[in-house]
């Protein structure tokens, strides 16, 4: 069997990782121009929240996703799952940019745009599970958490590029036309990684884990599941919060404030986030990642109620100092994360385990913060309640991370 070479290795999934979120970031970002576009209702929130919803297809699709390419991988090796995936990642963020909209071929606009975004999902849940093991493998030991930090860069710098492309949108005299252009642009970076997993050798799978059937895998580690779903939700969350929700959220609050100034100060502090997951990845390597990880969630839960509180303010300089406390706490959690997963799993079956896990924990509590957050604020209209939900979910993360926990 040929061993890959890490760098290999690396830049093959950092690729992937990048265009994968900078997928998930765009659609996000540029929401507030496509949701008039596929939805035009007289209510802009609900034009938000009909649009916002169709991050939650996820829910459905991206598990079908992970257990279909974490199975594929189990049995024939990660390099053949990697590069179905990555080609599938690829060719649906194309497609999103060609969609007519509403105006030009009715109600089949938001139909092709669901469905488009539901097979995404299958795709993009299959590349991040598999690619992310596929490193850890190929990782010293010691260095786990400085490799999840790394790869964790990948994932800003996807997010960082959509947030650049979402401000020339919005600043662009025409965001209703240009939104499309940075869809096109996915395919450059996905024809880099294709070539780059075409020099990956095949290691397949060893012929007995193809015997045990995959609800099996799953009823065994049903414990280890739950954990990474709850955990996951929370390291999701804490992006989608801040650089999500807050760019529409606070111009409505504060109309003084625009949605072309949040997005300018995305940029911002996701280079600041750089910065941030290179420290703390050097810093939990030499700790323990659970009890790094908890006592990032617990602080998030203590002080999430007061900081909305905060967000009352039309201060640019308090809804900054909001934003940026969630973005630490949200850096500091997830900079260990790759390495906690990598460590808590073992054997073949962990790409199953991983993807469904973590498949199940991104969409159904995380990326699905945004519509969560847009509901409770438009049925209580009150600050207080998107803060109690996330209050709720950082208890929860606090709790997997201690309750009966490993020695990570």
């Known amino acids: 069997m040929t061993k890959n070479k890490p760098l290999l290795v690396f830049w093959s999934g950092v690729i992937g990782n990048a265009l994968d979120h900078y997928d998930i970031a765009l659609y996000a970002l540029l929401a507030p121009f496509i949701a008039p ?10 034009q938000l929240i009909l649009a916002y919803g169709l991050m939650s297809t996820g829910i459905i699709t991206r598990p079908i ?68 093991l596929f490193i850890m493998e190929n990782v010293k030991n010691g260095n786990h958490a400085k490799a999840s930090s790394y790869y964790l860069i990948s994932t800003m710098g996807g997010m960082m590029i959509a947030s650049w492309a979402a401000t020339w949108v919005s600043s662009s005299s025409n965001p209703e036309y240009y939104w499309r252009y940075p869809f096109f642009a996915s395919i450059l970076t996905a024809i ?7 020099l ?28 990474i779903i709850i955990v996951s939700s929370f390291s999701h969350m804490t992006y989608v919060v801040p650089f999500v929700f807050f760019n529409s959220f606070i111009p409505l609050l504060h109309p003084n404030i ?39 969630s617990f602080a998030l839960f203590l002080t999430i109620i007061p900081a909305f509180y905060l967000l009352s303010s039309p201060s640019m300089d308090t809804i900054v100092a909001v934003r940026l406390w969630i973005i630490i706490i949200g850096v500091a959690f997830v900079a260990p994360l790759k390495a906690w997963f ?56 606090t709790i997997a991370l201690t309750y009966k926990a490993e020695k990570i």
């Not at 420290?279 to 390597?285: A, P």
């Open 258 to 296: 625009t949605q072309t100034d949040m997005l300018l100060q995305n940029s911002q502090l996701l280079m600041l986030d750089v910065l941030l997951l290179l420290i703390c990845g050097w810093i939990t390597d030499k700790i323990s990642y659970s009890k790094w990880m908890a006592s990032m």
């Open 342 to 397: 990598f460590k808590m799993l073992s054997g073949q079956e962990k790409y199953l385990v991983l993807g469904v896990g973590y498949a199940i924990g991104a969409e159904f509590l995380g990326r699905s913060t945004t519509v969560i957050c847009w509901f409770l604020w438009y049925k209580f209209a009150s600050l207080l309640a998107p803060a109690i939900y996330i209050c709720a979910l950082s208890l929860a993360a």
């Open 37 to 46: 576009i596929f939805f035009p209702t007289d209510d802009y929130i609900v």
């Open 192 to 198: 880099v990684g294709l070539i780059l997993r075409s």
């Open 65 to 132: 996703g992970a257990f279909f390419f974490g199975r594929m991988a189990t049995i024939y090796g990660p390099k053949t799952s990697l590069v179905l995936t990555l080609s599938g990642v690829a060719v649906t963020t194309l497609m999103i940019g060609l969609i007519p909209g509403y105006n030009e071929i009715g109600l089949y606009a938001p139909i092709l745009l669901v469905i488009i975004r539901m097979l995404q999902g299958v795709f993009a849940s299959g590349e991040h599970s598999v690619s992310m």
């Open 200 to 227: 990956l050798s095949v290691a397949p799978a060893p012929t007995a884990s193809k015997q045990e059937t995959s609800m099996e895998t799953i009823k065994i580690n049903r414990g280890k599941l739950l954990r």
